[in-house]
């Protein structure tokens, strides 16, 4: 469906957070989704899934976790730069920034107070961690997300350690060679879900690898990205209904 789409920023404390904002230019209510950024930040693949899930029927944002630093994207050639910037986070200032781009599209008369969290790569993790924080979140689809069974810091909890406060399914997804998350750690996060109870469908792609979702990385793989994005859809669109 067509969509308007526009680059804003929305408060976030006493600052203000720039987002990417997209939505089906007409009828609704739609439910919210927020679209999470990879390590490399909220660059041009990031925005484009944004747009392609508010085409489907979602409002959908996507914030830039990044804002506080300067030079807040990279290329996906330059892995200690993503790295660097993704050091710059805590979780508790990652969950107060997903719930102030939450809490902003709830004032849109076009939304559905039910939303979903995405994300790749860091971004999986991010979604995860606001699915278990905040409980406007009804359901969450991270891919690839690595260190979901992991503290953020030292001394900190790892967002699996609080599976039993969501509010809803998981729908996540990985890649069988990717390097960056063991298999032992997607066994690890299937079994705590089980335990706490919680549904969840776990997604793994033999042949995939880490980034397997976007098409300027050496990763991608067309036919996956595709099917998954269709499985994620509609997920959404059955759970926040």
């Known amino acids: 469906m067509e969509i308007v789409k526009q680059d804003l920023t929305v408060p976030a404390g006493s600052e203000r957070m720039p987002c990417h904002l997209a939505r089906p230019v007409s009828g609704g209510p739609y439910p919210g989704l927020v679209v999470v950024m990879e390590a490399f ?16 029927g ?45 809490n902003h599209v709830k004032t849109m008369r076009e939304v559905r107070p039910r939303f979903g969290t995405t994300g790749f790569c860091m971004g999986g993790r991010v979604a995860f961690l606001t699915a278990v924080r905040n409980s406007d979140v009804y359901a969450t689809a991270p891919f690839y ?58 997604v793994l792609y033999a042949d995939a690898d880490h980034g397997f979702m976007c098409d300027e990385r050496p990763s991608y793989h067309a036919a996956h990205a595709k099917e998954a994005f269709a499985k994620t859809v509609a997920f959404f669109k059955e759970k926040l209904g």
């Open 145 to 202: 997300g690595g260190g979901m069974t992991r503290a953020g810091q030292p001394g900190g909890k790892a967002p699996i350690d609080s599976a039993t406060s969501l509010r809803g399914p998981v729908l996540a997804f990985f890649g069988g060679k990717d390097a960056f998350i063991p298999m032992a750690e997607v066994d690890k996060f299937r079994d705590a879900l089980n335990q706490a109870g919680k549904p969840a469908e776990i």
């Open 41 to 56: 930040g909220l660059n041009d693949n990031i925005k484009a899934l944004t747009d392609r899930f508010a085409a489907e």
């Open 58 to 102: 979602f409002v959908a944002i996507s914030p830039n976790l990044y804002f506080r630093q300067a030079n807040n994207v990279v290329g996906y050639d330059n892995l200690p730069g993503a790295i660097k910037l993704m050091g710059s986070l805590n979780d508790d200032q990652i969950a107060a920034d997903m719930t102030a781009a939450i």
